[in-house]
């Protein structure tokens, strides 16, 4: 998919510079384009890896494995029977935690063995709810130290590269609770096939 | 709050980890190592999608597009400038970092549009690549109402972020 959109930018840049006249621009940018994507990864390499340093302490202390264990019964009513199953739950919570702490690599293994899990316990066939719920958990955001960001506009020069968390915090719990209530409301129009 | 609350993190997780007797120094340094990697993992990624977007801005296709679509993001309070960012960050998660540093960049990142799309940033995941990867990891044949679940939560998310950061920061 991604493939089809990238060509499509590269034509849509192509006739609207010939439309509007500004081809020589869109040349110059394709110059200025790659060399801002390596100065920006620069400057964001430095504090991607510190934080990326404090996430491995954060792991190596066990407060990875605790944070998991507290989110555990907050996620046990959205799984319906299945949260009576703790091989799932414990995947599951780990994915979670591993999300909250801006754990990107080790998010998504989690998240696909969590996904195993759930769909196993439903016969693996259909699009079972419980796997649902847990995809679409997985595509809202939920990080506590918004780091990328931050370094981002440490990069630009922000006053404060931090003071966006408690607006970042706030649009990502409602878009938590939008994605898990729209899902539970959409289900009459989308029956699952036994 | 978060002046005090970054620092306070720091020293209480380097303190909990040396009192779990985790050999911290070098534990920092694996996870640091880490993030080199992933830096470097997502330069190609960067650099195909921030020179498609700074060729579009260039031909002028991001401004015609903000302006057919900005009356319908309008509706939930999203700026004109970010409506490209609401399109992309969906899709592609290093396209989204992309033309996100381009209007923090562009627009400085204390001003109201550079930090609507920070926290935008922040706020939202790649999510129609997420559920691309999880239907395809255990063969789904149908998605039923993910995708619709998640595009409500990313446009809650983006809607959010700009209210967001007018009431926290009136004065912007």
């Avoid at chain 1, 209530?181 to 959409?186: F, N, P």
Wanted: aromatic residues 8%; contains cysteine; proline residues 5%.
């Amino acid at each position: 998919m991604l493939s089809a959109i990238w060509v499509a930018f590269l034509v849509l840049a192509l006739i609207c510079g010939a439309f509007t006249g500004r081809l020589d621009a869109v040349t110059t940018a394709v110059g200025t384009g790659a060399g801002e994507a390596v100065t920006l990864i620069i400057s964001i390499a430095g504090l991607m890896c510190f934080w990326s340093g404090i996430m491995e302490l954060v792991q190596a202390s066990g407060l990875a494995e605790k944070l998991s264990r507290m989110l555990m019964p907050l996620l046990r009513p959205l799984f319906g029977k299945a949260s009576a199953d703790r091989e799932a739950m414990e995947a599951v919570s780990a994915n979670v935690a591993a999300n909250l702490l801006g754990l990107s690599n080790a998010a998504t293994p989690l998240g696909l063995r969590a996904a195993d899990r759930l769909y196993t316990l439903e016969g693996r066939r259909g699009s079972p709810d419980t796997v649902l719920t847990l995809i679409t958990l997985n595509t809202a955001s939920i990080q506590l130290i918004p780091s990328t960001v931050a370094a981002v506009r440490a990069a630009c020069g922000a006053a404060s590269p931090f003071d966006i968390m408690l607006p970042v915090w706030g649009a990502s719990i409602f878009s938590v609770a939008v994605v898990l209530l729209s899902g539970r409301l959409m289900r009459p129009w989308f029956r699952a096939e036994k | 709050m978060q002046a005090t609350l970054i620092p306070l993190l720091l020293a209480a997780i380097g303190l909990y980890a040396l009192y779990k007797q985790v050999d911290v120094f070098p534990v920092f340094l694996r996870g640091a190592q880490k993030g080199l990697h992933t830096a470097v993992s997502i330069l190609p990624t960067l650099v195909g999608m921030l020179t498609v977007v700074y060729m579009l801005r260039a031909s002028g296709a991001i401004d015609l597009a903000a302006g057919w679509l900005a009356p319908l993001f309008g509706v939930f309070g999203i700026p004109k400038d970010c409506v490209a960012l609401a399109l992309l960050k969906p899709i592609s998660g290093g396209g989204g970092l992309a033309l996100g540093s381009e209007l923090i960049g562009r627009y400085g990142p204390d001003s109201y549009i550079g930090r609507v799309a920070a926290v935008m940033l922040g706020a939202s995941e790649t999510s129609l690549y997420t559920i691309s990867i999880y239907g395809g990891h255990l063969g789904l044949k149908q998605m039923r109402y993910a995708i619709p679940a998640a595009l409500c939560a990313d446009l809650a998310a983006f809607a959010a972020s700009a209210a967001l950061v007018k009431c926290y920061f009136p004065d912007i």
